[in-house]
């Protein structure tokens, strides 16, 4: 048996360093390695500093579970003591459902200019296991990390769960995760972190509207702009677990993995399992945390380069009623707005006139589309915009072609069929026939026509969802299927972008976005509820990947009623659209949405490089929040009437983010320059909502702030900051 054999740049207190960001790993003796420090930077260390520090943070030995201290990997493991949740939960017809890994390799690779990886190979030979931990420190300050066992001995091993974690100081004192529903996705919920384990499970087969999507833990009353958080986020577009558990004995910990059915992954001799990538961010308030994940993202080489196009969509439009001149004329009126990408919604394809029937027949409607859809296409792109096509390739209606040919090829759990859910049923993608079937159908259409967008949707959950004819569980394999259907398809059509949406923003996570270029936010836009919405979303995504659309002045979720200028000044932050039947507007309407196009296409630079910022107010009606220039240069922010405050007028707000020692001029942006409260109504104007606008330190705005103007309620104004 080997002994433990550090490889070329290898050391067993690893430390690596980016971004203001420490991460201190402890490699000593042969057990799986273990953090002993994650969180602000500590310096540049010497060796000998680096043994005293762990000695220092070295756990009193108290001797109830095992005699000695009880460490905790980043792979717990029971045999080491932990009797929290387990790293691995598994076991080899009952047996081996211990491990205790040993380490035989590890190797550390500090990056220049920040960060670094440290790869460790493990064994536990009685187990007949290995394990292949990854702990990286990416230059954005982000840690991520993965696991792969693997099967070593001729009989069969079951995995039933991989964790990691991260652990956390005891200052962490407060928990933050996310509930939510469809048309409500990402709705934040605070609880005390208190002794116990929280877990927070999806089991729908895709990432969720109340996914923990971050799970944080933070200093008391940390915020925005306030206290130190640390959080998580699984990179795994199906089932997933994540969980913060806090012990007696001074260990808080967050960790996460995938979430498998029983039964779902079996190991034969030399078979491995891969664990998604889990990320950790360490910040100080939350715009920190996010603005790590925001720099990781836009760092990635196939990240969106070019300008985020105006984007137009029909389906609050014209929903099902397809035809071809009410489709010209809609993009007429949309070219002239100054659009640049239409995007065909769903009814284009087989007997698709509603959402019962023809999903799964990729073919254009001979009945809707008689000349095919390039007459459309021609004149899309004859008015200068971009073609995008809506698609749902995992779903199948029970009535169509598709369904009646291969009933077979319908997920279920043995003999039964699933309940249909919006009269769909899921297409068992893992089944290499129906692979090919729908590859071979998208890529005829992404050849046949000039398509550059994929509005790729998932409209139900996967119940029940199990492979045929033996019925195994198949969420696992589905969602690998799912990840290699679009690798392909971006493989052969590299220029085509990708939208994941999912009943809106049901499949939103860092696993879907290294294949797709921007996410459905929600099916609801209603600019008050996307004012939360997109807020949250931001939390993980930048703005430039979240869709945010203009909807029609009556919203056709909600019933509510708004201004273009609060619609748009919300849709202004992300990849700005319209959905909204643009030919029966009211011309004045369609003045103002031109002037909003306008800025954002003036904007758009600034809003999808910068920094993205949000203020902690203390009145719960005003919102403040924006995007500073990486250099500090400009910024942009929105002051939001979210209802009817308690103060009158309302009292200053903060513009946090801006270079502290720089002077800026700071004045209203057109077309968000019109403050509609009743003090403007009785003609008496805020002294500095002027062209001129003021001249102050950038300190004295994130510390006294300036007058808000008064807004009525569920209105937006907007004010620009420029470095003198």
Known sequence: MASHRPLSGGSDLPHLRAAGVSLLLDLTGQTLPRVLHWGSDLGDLSRGELDDLRLA????????????????????????????????????????????????????????????????????????????????????????????????????????????????????????????????????????????????????????????????????????????????????????????????????????????????????????????????????????????????????????????????????????????????????????????????????????????????????????????????????????????????????????????????????????????????????????????????????????????????????????????????AGVHGQTLAVYRLMDELRRRHPAVEIESCSSGGGRVDLGVLERTDRVWVSDCIDALERQDIQRWTNALVPLELMGTHVGAGTAHTTDRRHTVDFRAGTALFGHFGIEWDLTRADPADLARLREWVELYKELRGLLHTGTAVHGDHPDPAVRVHGVVAEDGSEALYAIVATGTSELYPTGPVRLPGLRPEAVYRVRPQAPGDVPDGNAHRWGVPLPWWTPEGVRVRGAALERAGLQAPVLFPERLVLVRATRL
């Open 57 to 472: 943070l070295s756990p009193q030995p108290i001797g109830f579970s095992v005699d000695g201290p009880v460490e905790v990997a980043v792979l717990p493991e029971q045999s080491a003591g932990w009797l929290g949740t387990p790293g691995l939960v598994g076991n080899r017809g009952g047996a081996d459902f211990s491990t205790a890994f040993r380490v035989r390799e590890s190797a550390v690779e500090h990056r220049s200019p920040a960060g670094g990886r440290l790869t460790v190979r493990a064994e536990d030979a009685r187990a007949g296991l290995s394990l292949d931990l990854v702990v990286e420190l990416t230059p954005s300050g982000l840690v991520r990390q993965r696991a792969t066992v693997t099967n070593g001995a001729a009989s069969p091993f079951a995995v039933d769960a991989v964790n990691l974690v991260l652990p956390v100081p005891a200052e962490a004192v407060e928990l933050l995760d996310f509930g939510g529903r469809h048309m409500r996705e990402r709705s934040p919920q605070r609880t005390a972190f208190t002794q116990g384990l929280r877990v927070r499970e999806n089991r729908t087969g895709r990432t969720g509207y109340d996914a923990a999507h971050l799970l944080a833990a933070g200093t008391h009353g940390s915020g925005n702009r306030s206290g130190e958080v640390w959080a998580v986020h699984t990179a795994w577009s199906g089932n997933h677990r994540t969980f913060a558990e806090r012990t007696y004995h001074a260990v808080s910990l967050l960790g996460s993995g995938e979430l498998l059915l029983s039964g779902e992954v079996v190991l034969a001799e030399g078979e491995s399992y891969t664990t998604p990538w889990q990320y950790g961010s360490h910040g100080h308030g939350l715009d920190e945390v996010s603005a790590r994940f925001h720099r990781h993202l836009r760092s990635r080489p196939h990240h969106p380069s070019t300008p985020r196009p105006v984007v137009v969509n029909t389906w609050e439009a014209v929903y099902f009623d397809h035809g071809l001149d009410r489709l010209r004329e809609l993009a007429d009126a949309a070219a002239r707005v100054g659009a640049e990408r239409f995007v065909l919604d769903d009814g284009w394809f087989g007997s698709r006139r509603d959402d019962r029937r023809g999903l799964g027949d990729w073919y254009v409607s001979d009945e809707v589309w008689p000349d095919g859809l390039g007459p459309l296409t021609d004149h899309v792109t004859g008015l200068g915009m971009q073609f995008g096509l809506w698609v749902e390739p995992e779903m199948v209606n029970e009535d169509s072609d598709l369904a009646r040919a291969h009933p077979d090829w319908i997920m279920a759990a043995g003999d039964r069929l699933p309940r249909p859910a919006r009269s769909q049923q899921v297409l068992d993608l893992a089944r290499p026939e129906a692979f090919a079937y729908v590859l071979e159908r998208l890529d005829d259409l992404l050849s046949a026509y000039p398509v550059s967008y994929l509005k790729w949707d998932h409209n139900r959950d996967l119940v029940d969802a199990g492979h045929r004819p033996t019925g195994r």
